[in-house]
């Protein structure tokens, strides 16, 4: 009798053990469950916030179009003015040139007239969802903040394959170009690859080589093509090709990257930048020899920090010469280009023009005033917005280029692309809004 009752408790043992492991793993399953669909509720949320974001800088696109149209209009008309809005009536572009000169999370619905002119308030994305007889409900989407800047203390932009070259126009403001000193060109951020491979120089050999177009290798970061055109008030076609005392009216950089800072220093043989512990550096006198036909241009060695907490690995700060005839600079043939030689890899750029003295043209400008930042402006727009879906909340900020309604609609890439030993193809781009575009 007592044999068969130990049996018995045996097989209740197996059974409680045996139910507590089937618990755990309904447990487990259940928990899983939970989780992915709170992961999937999240990113459905994200997602949507993020929609919500794009919903307002496509809006704000609007919304600066109106800006520019304002303006041309105020320009032939001098009574239209900034002032504050009054009232909630028909939005006029006196109420669009106070909202862009007085910048707020507002503005762009202000513009748009969803928001009343005496209201602040989100806009909702998607308007209005119908449930049932005559009921309404508000959706969960909205953009909360979106900010236009029309002044940025620097230009940004992305080179790739298929865009190798960008053209800017240095527009800083009335007086601020003959007080810039030094242009900073940042390159290769952290956001492209933290991988680098300077394949572009020899360590060994102390030499740059250059690989084929058709060669596999790739140097990261890339090497870069820096490009400064300017002129004084007169110049001819021929005194692009002039140096003078000091004096450039063009300047052609080639920076190759390293990852060896010994080797990125003053050296005549070298023809190289300075690297001082802290930036590379170009001298002026460098940058006229680049234009000067008895001199043979070298390329710069730029040392590219691996282990940087920068946002780019690379940078370099560029004296700036005075032009043929020693200025001042015209401000309408003050520009800035940068290619990618190579084509590859996809690469950030942030240009920066520093004054090193004097006010930089404009009490916006930032720093101290022995290393002042210019706002560059009629360039690029920054479009900061934020979107919402239920609590949840993403962030976007974009830079878009601008046209220079005293310059024209942009610029062409190439005058003539060199296809191979087949052609030749030349490329033209016409805007038919000549004051604005994206």
């Given at each position: 009798?007592?044999?068969?009752?130990?049996?018995?408790?045996?097989?209740?043992?197996?059974?409680?053990?045996?139910?507590?492991?089937?618990?755990?793993?309904?447990?487990?399953?259940?928990?899983?469950?939970?989780?992915?669909?709170?992961?999937?509720?999240?990113?459905?949320?994200?997602?949507?916030?993020?929609?919500?974001?794009?919903?307002?800088?496509?809006?704000?696109?609007?919304?600066?179009?109106?800006?520019?149209?304002?303006?041309?209009?105020?320009?032939?008309?001098?009574?239209?003015?900034?002032?504050?809005?009054v009232g909630n009536g028909e939005v006029t572009c006196k109420d669009i040139l106070y909202w862009m000169e007085h910048p707020d999370c507002y503005m762009v619905g202000h513009i748009l007239g969803k928001i009343p002119k005496s209201e602040q308030a989100e806009?909702?994305?998607?308007?209005?969802?119908?449930?049932?007889?005559?009921?309404?409900?508000?959706?969960?989407?909205?953009?909360?903040?979106?900010?236009?800047?029309?002044?940025?203390?620097?230009?940004?932009?992305?080179?790739?394959?298929?865009?190798?070259?960008?053209?800017?126009?240095?527009?800083?403001?009335?007086?601020?170009?003959?007080?810039?000193?030094?242009?900073?060109?940042?390159?290769?951020?952290?956001?492209?690859?933290?991988?680098?491979?300077?394949?572009?120089?020899?360590?060994?050999?102390?030499?740059?080589?250059?690989?084929?177009?058709?060669?596999?290798?790739?140097?990261?970061?890339?090497?870069?093509?820096?490009?400064?055109?300017?002129?004084?008030?007169?110049?001819?076609?021929?005194?692009?090709?002039?140096?003078?005392?000091?004096?450039?009216?063009?300047?052609?950089?080639?920076?190759?990257?390293?990852?060896?800072?010994?080797?990125?220093?003053?050296?005549?043989?070298?023809?190289?930048?300075?690297?001082?512990?802290?930036?590379?550096?170009?001298?002026?006198?460098?940058?006229?020899?680049?234009?000067?036909?008895?001199?043979?241009?070298?390329?710069?060695?730029?040392?590219?920090?691996?282990?940087?907490?920068?946002?780019?690995?690379?940078?370099?700060?560029?004296?700036?010469?005075?032009?043929?005839?020693?200025?001042?600079?015209?401000?309408?043939?003050?520009?800035?280009?940068?290619?990618?030689?190579?084509?590859?890899?996809?690469?950030?750029?942030?240009?920066?023009?520093?004054?090193?003295?004097?006010?930089?043209?404009?009490?916006?400008?930032?720093?101290?005033?022995?290393?002042?930042?210019?706002?560059?402006?009629?360039?690029?727009?920054?479009?900061?917005?934020?979107g919402r879906a239920n609590d949840l909340y993403r962030r976007v900020e974009t830079r878009l280029e601008t046209a220079d309604t005293t310059f024209g609609a942009g610029y062409p890439y190439y005058a003539l692309e060199v296809l191979g030993p087949d052609g030749?193809?030349?490329?033209?781009?016409?805007?038919?809004?000549?004051?604005?575009?994206?």
């Amino acid at each position: 009798m007592l044999k068969k009752y130990k049996k018995g408790a045996a097989s209740f043992y197996i059974v409680a053990f045996s139910t507590l492991i089937l618990v755990l793993i309904a447990t487990s399953f259940a928990l899983v469950i939970t989780s992915e669909i709170a992961r999937t509720s999240n990113d459905d949320l994200s997602q949507s916030a993020y929609d919500s974001a794009l919903a307002g800088t496509e809006d704000a696109k609007v919304a600066y179009s109106n800006y520019r149209r304002c303006v041309e209009a105020a320009n032939n008309n001098p009574s239209i003015r900034a002032e504050v809005p009054v009232g909630n009536g028909e939005v006029t572009c006196k109420d669009i040139l106070y909202w862009m000169e007085h910048p707020d999370c507002y503005m762009v619905g202000h513009i748009l007239g969803k928001i009343p002119k005496s209201e602040q308030a989100e806009v909702v994305v998607g308007g209005v969802e119908k449930t049932g007889a005559g009921g309404e409900t508000t959706t969960n989407q909205a953009y909360t903040c979106v900010i236009i800047n029309t002044e940025l203390n620097d230009y940004r932009t992305t080179l790739t394959a298929s865009k190798r070259v960008q053209t800017m126009k240095a527009s800083v403001g009335t007086g601020a170009y003959n007080e810039v000193k030094k242009l900073k060109l940042s390159w290769y951020s952290v956001r492209n690859d933290a991988s680098l491979k300077f394949t572009n120089y020899n360590e060994t050999k102390n030499m740059v080589s250059f690989p084929a177009f058709g060669s596999s290798t790739i140097s990261v970061p890339p090497t870069v093509e820096l490009q400064i055109v300017q002129t004084g008030p007169t110049f001819t076609l021929g005194q692009f090709d002039q140096t003078a005392s000091g004096q450039t009216n063009r300047g052609t950089l080639y920076l190759v990257p390293t990852g060896n800072s010994n080797r990125a220093r003053n050296s005549a043989e070298n023809y190289i930048g300075i690297w001082n512990g802290s930036s590379n550096r170009v001298s002026a006198g460098q940058v006229v020899k680049t234009n000067d036909r008895w001199v043979m241009n070298r390329s710069f060695l730029t040392y590219c920090d691996k282990n940087s907490t920068a946002e780019f690995y690379c940078s370099v700060e560029v004296e700036m010469p005075m032009p043929i005839g020693g200025g001042p600079r015209n401000n309408d043939t003050f520009m800035i280009s940068i290619a990618l030689p190579y084509q590859q890899p996809d690469t950030d750029f942030s240009i920066e023009l520093i004054c090193t003295s004097g006010t930089c043209g404009t009490a916006a400008a930032t720093g101290s005033p022995e290393d002042r930042r210019a706002k560059i402006n009629n360039t690029q727009i920054s479009i900061d917005s934020t979107g919402r879906a239920n609590d949840l909340y993403r962030r976007v900020e974009t830079r878009l280029e601008t046209a220079d309604t005293t310059f024209g609609a942009g610029y062409p890439y190439y005058a003539l692309e060199v296809l191979g030993p087949d052609g030749f193809q030349k490329m033209m781009t016409v805007n038919y809004e000549n004051y604005f575009y994206f």
